[in-house]
Nanobody
């Protein structure tokens, strides 16, 4: 049973940087597609980025392209989300989710009511001065 634990969320000033971690146990992430999602108060869940190590694919939603970078460290079995040039609108609880079927992760990017795979408990990112 894959288990995910997010960490790294803090209060950061606009323009600052932050790296979130999604540490896995129970299975190796190189067999999974791992996505980062976020949800701000009163808003729907939003897909941020995903990575498929086996397919050498990464994806970013338009609002974070050029600012965020997703990566997988196989040795640490951890997926990272490096976030640069942060904006107040990036404030949200960030979740990682993993599934062995990429279409399920992709579907969660376009259907906010759809939920699949294993999820972490979330980590709060607040961008404010």
């Amino acid at each position: 049973q894959l288990q995910l634990v997010e960490s790294g969320g803090v209060l950061v000033q606009p323009g600052g940087s932050l790296t979130l971690s999604c540490a896995a146990s129970g299975s190796t992430l190189d067999n999974y597609v791992v996505g980062w999602f976020r949800q701000a108060p009163g808003k729907e869940r939003e897909g941020v980025s995903y990575i498929s190590s086996s397919e050498n694919i990464t994806y970013y939603t338009d609002s974070v392209k050029g600012r965020f970078t997703i990566s997988l460290d196989n040795a640490k079995n951890t997926v990272y989300l490096q976030m640069n040039r942060l904006k107040p609108e990036d404030s949200a609880v960030y979740y990682c989710a993993a599934d062995q079927v990429r279409i399920k992760i992709m579907t969660m990017f376009v259907q906010t009511s759809f939920r699949a795979g294993s999820w972490g408990q979330g980590t709060q990112v607040t961008v404010s001065s």
